[in-house]
């Protein structure tokens, strides 16, 4: 395989592994508006993501900088041409880590109070913006022949885009309930599985919706086969759901993420970011990929350390798998 | 102003903001690991209040640090697209790896700690935070690493010029960017800095509980108070030193930088260092000027007599070699940033002296004077860390990838004066609002004083409360 199609596979694992581990964060962030009853139920939500969220969100640094290393092209074009787009979901970003992390650091209700909005809206920002930027990618965006992005902020808020959007925040919301139900005990519990499987029939049919609109787009076998299998993984997920086997239900979720994923980037593929104005003008793993030379560099390195870090956050999973439920909340 | 100055803006703004967070999470991990360390060998619990009291105040100021984090991965991309174009095939290498070797092991690592005192084996535990202290360090090396190659290209070849907009650098030897002389000099310097931010920091916080509150814990903060004083009057020489050398490389690779921070227009032999100057600093007789003899020619080649090349004689010599152009830096920002930097450091290191000596001998300060000096100690390294960055990447310009690239061909060229300017207002006043939130809550638990002991039990009862909750 040539290494510009290992760093493309790579870019699409490092993606996986933070749709799928940010998405359960996003999720248990807006069901913060949706499953807690009181004070005690809205610090075991949060509880749930406290020790794992931060690296988790690491995922997106470490995405963002091998697409600078391996395709410098595609990361100047992203970057510059959703600017409003990622303006916003820095911003969400910001407000959410603040409330996260402040949020438990003074006494008065009316603070905790303003860190759940921000937790809430930081959540769900980016989760809807996210699916909004990966569908517009795998559409396509009007790029110039010099590379440039030439639309404007409105032309990435067309209907499959934001239908991409509303397929990430209503999975995300699934698969943080389904995350919640299997990190807690007690009501909260309860009232994550039957919300979970309330919202899973619209995840559904969005997430259907939208990779049957995906395959019709470009249609191979490979796309296909993969956009079937997004949706046998969610139908997995809420068989298991039906039956409360939590873990079963959340692999489920996370499967279909990863696949939904995947599926993306397949069609993309040879393209990085195709152009709607002319296929010449498309950003592909050619034209805009960095040195054989740097490549080569980069792949040692993430052969030597990309084991070592799923290692070690798998082993703080580990060490946190822990069920928390109120009586854990220390006062 | 158009995008590129509005943009250059934003850099700026976002990048001193998010660095005052870094160098008190680099140094201050390690002072608290220290002290975690201290409590584990000895099992005296004063160091054990000590290291919750610190662990709480450096985690306030590592969630800033993190929030303000990611965009500033963002903009090279979202503001400095033709930037990103032309040096990503090697600056994008140092950022990849910083995300996988450092911020990683900073984050999963800082996890385990905060969550895992009653989950990890009290070693295990301690592991956990020194782990997380490497990956910062870690993380300081390879940003440099990317830094020091806008200082000072090496390791590349051109493929086309920038001018006709398809020319990029790509890298040729990646451990001639890794072992980059500026890099090389300027990695210890960062560190040192850091540590003083932390030493001043620990200290300041210390002898302010000492001479506000003498009955209540003086015991624990008197060890604090010197341990924070020694560090910072340490790693001060380290920074004197270590700049010393950075001075000499800056003066070899950068002349105009040099020539710049004493705003010395003129070749001089031997030259002189003005500490304070009154005038305009365009070249012009001052009205007033503190000099210095032969000060400058040490600082620039470690010899009293050396030549040190003027501002007007290195323009000359760019105009030859890059084309018409104005090569010179802002020369009141570079003078002055550089003075700045050197004084904030030394005051601070002579503030550090000054409370060993208050705490002599197990002594409990008095002076109301020394708690004033406490609540400005940790800035004045802050501070000093801001104005040295300032004056680095200000004394660079015009360029940003020195002698290759103009600041004026990175900008993203499609951005427009709407989104530059819009994503800098409202960066600008959410960190004006976030620096408030922080700084109240610093102060709330710097005026607590010291938490329980609490020892954590590690245990496997399913049913006991958590050690930490949010």
Known sequence: MELTTVWFVLIAILWIGYLVLEGFDFGVGMLMALLAQDERERRVLLNTIGPVWDANEVWLLVAGGATFAAFPEWYATLFSGFYLPLLLILLALIVRVIGIEFRSKRPDASWKRWCDVGIIIGSFVPALLWGVALANIARGVPIDAKGEYVGSFFDLLNPYALLGGLVTVSVFLVHGAFFVALKTTGGIQGRARSFAKRVALLAGFLTTAFVVWTVARDTTAATVLIGAAVLIAFIFGLGHAAADRDGWAFAGTALAIGLLTVLLFVSLFPDVMPSSLNDAWSLTVDNASATPYTLKIMTWVAAAFTPLVLLYQGWSYWVFRRRIGVHHIPA | ?470
Request: glycine residues 10%; contains cysteine; negative net charge.
């Open chain 2, 1 to 470: 102003m158009d995008a590129l100055e509005l943009a250059r803006w934003q850099f700026g703004i976002t990048t001193v903001y998010h660095f005052f967070f870094v160098p008190l999470t680099i140094g201050l991990s390690v002072l608290v690991a220290g002290m975690q360390t201290a409590w584990w060998r000895t099992g005296n619990e004063r160091w054990l209040r000590l290291t919750r009291f610190f662990g709480k105040l450096f985690l306030i100021n590592f969630a800033m640090g993190i929030a303000t984090g990611i965009v500033q991965e963002f903009q090279f991309g979202m503001n400095w697209s033709d930037y990103s174009r032309f040096v990503g095939d090697i600056f994008g290498a140092p950022l990849a790896i910083e995300g996988l070797l450092a911020f990683f092991l900073e984050s999963t690592f800082l996890g385990l700690w905060i969550f895992g005192w009653d989950r990890l084996k009290p070693g295990l535990h301690l592991a956990c935070i020194w782990i997380a202290s490497l990956g910062t360090v870690f993380s300081a090396f390879f940003i440099l690493a990317a830094n020091s190659f806008m200082q000072n290209p090496v390791g590349y070849k051109l493929n086309g010029d920038w001018a006709d907009g398809t020319g990029r650098a790509e890298l040729t030897d990646i451990g001639a960017v890794f072992s980059n002389k500026v890099l090389l000099v300027t990695f210890p310097h960062q560190i040192f800095g850091c540590f003083m931010v932390a030493g001043a920091f620990v200290a300041g916080i210390a002898v302010w509980q000492l001479v506000r509150h003498p009955d209540r814990d003086a015991d624990a903060f008197r060890p604090a108070a010197r341990m924070g004083a020694v560090v910072l009057i340490v790693a001060g020489l380290g920074t004197m030193i270590s700049g010393d050398f950075q001075g000499k490389v800056m003066t070899e690779v950068q002349p105009m930088k040099m020539a710049a921070a004493e705003a010395l227009y003129e070749d001089a032999q031997p030259a002189p260092f003005s500490a304070f100057t009154i005038g305009t600093l365009d070249g012009s007789e001052p009205l007033f000027q503190l000099e210095v003899p032969r000060l400058l020619s040490f600082l620039a080649a470690g010899n009293f007599d050396a030549e040190v090349r003027g501002i007007d004689s290195l323009q000359a010599e760019y105009e030859k070699t890059y084309g018409p152009g104005d090569y010179r830096p802002n020369i009141p920002v570079t003078y002055w940033t550089f003075r700045m930097m050197i004084t904030a450091g030394a005051v601070a290191m002579v503030a550090g002296a000054w409370i060993l000596w208050a705490t002599r001998r197990r002594r409990t300060p008095a002076t109301r004077w020394l708690a004033y000096t406490g609540i400005a100690l940790p800035l004045l390294p802050l501070f000093a860390n801001s104005f040295g960055w300032i004056f680095t990447e200000m004394g660079r310009q015009p360029w940003l990838v020195f002698g290759l690239l103009p600041t004026e061909a990175g900008v993203s060229p499609g951005t427009t004066v709407a989104e530059v300017g819009t994503s800098l207002a409202a960066f600008t006043v959410l960190y004006g609002f976030l620096a408030f939130v922080e700084v109240r809550l610093l102060m709330t638990y710097v005026k607590k004083g010291l938490p329980d002991a609490d020892p954590p039990v590690v245990s496997d009862d399913e049913d006991a409360p958590l050690a930490f909750a949010y």
